[in-house]
Nanobody, 119 residues
Framework: QVQLVESGGGLVRPGGSLRLSCAAS????????MGWYRQAPGKQRELVAT???????NYADSVKGRFTISRDNAKNTVYLQMNSLEPEDTAVYYC?????????????WGQGTQVTVSS
């Protein structure tokens, strides 16, 4: 099992910035992928950004150039720096951790943190 604890959400004005953090603990494999997904009211959960333990990143087109994902493998922590926030970024942001052993992939979710972009 892997436990994920998120922090850093809140209320910010359009154009502002926030930084989310997600710390993983438990039975963590050395090779894994951590990332962020978000879910706005009435919409499906969608990918925001992911980062492998080797440093390969992937971003949704809607956040490219504004958001940056990074991680500290020694701390098993992933970060999401969000700049130039827009009202459309308002959502609950969920941390995700995935790791594979053999043919089985294990996925875990955090409890979610609210990000609200409003004037």
């Amino acid at each position: 099992q892997v436990q994920l604890v998120e922090s850093g959400g809140g209320l910010v004005r359009p154009g502002g910035s926030l930084r989310l953090s997600c710390a993983a603990s438990g039975n963590i494999f050395s090779i894994n992928t951590m990332g962020w997904y978000r879910q706005a009211p009435g919409k499906q959960r969608e990918l925001v950004a992911t980062c492998t333990s080797g440093g390969t990143t992937n971003y949704a087109d809607s956040v490219k150039g504004r958001f940056t994902i990074s991680r500290d493998n020694a701390k098993n922590t992933v970060y999401l720096q969000m700049n130039s926030l827009e009202p459309e970024d308002t959502a609950v942001y969920y941390c995700n951790h995935q790791q594979t052993r053999g043919v089985v992939t294990y996925g875990y979710w955090g409890q979610g943190t609210q990000v609200t972009v409003s004037s």
